[in-house]
């Protein structure tokens, strides 16, 4: 899991972390990549698309409190 703390949001902090995830994943071998996160959570869905990820499904029954869990994804290159 990743996060950013309040007081460093807005700062292009996210996407750094995002695009050394990104990094790190390819050296892996990784070929998709995916961010999950809460329906609610209106930041991280404009942060997703800003990465240039899909929305690629959800689930409803994900988190143990019945929030709704929305999932983004795209390839690796």
Excluded: Q
């Amino acid at each position: 899991d990743l996060a950013v703390a309040p007081e460093h949001r807005k700062h292009g902090v996210a996407l750094a972390l995002l695009k050394e995830v990104e990094a790190w994943a390819g050296e892996r071998g990784s070929r998709m990549m995916f961010l999950e996160m809460v329906a609610k959570n209106h930041p991280a869905i404009r942060l997703a698309a800003r990465f240039g990820l899909e929305f690629c499904g959800y689930n409803d029954h994900y988190y143990a409190n019945r929030d709704v869990a929305l999932f983004f994804g795209r390839a690796l290159k």
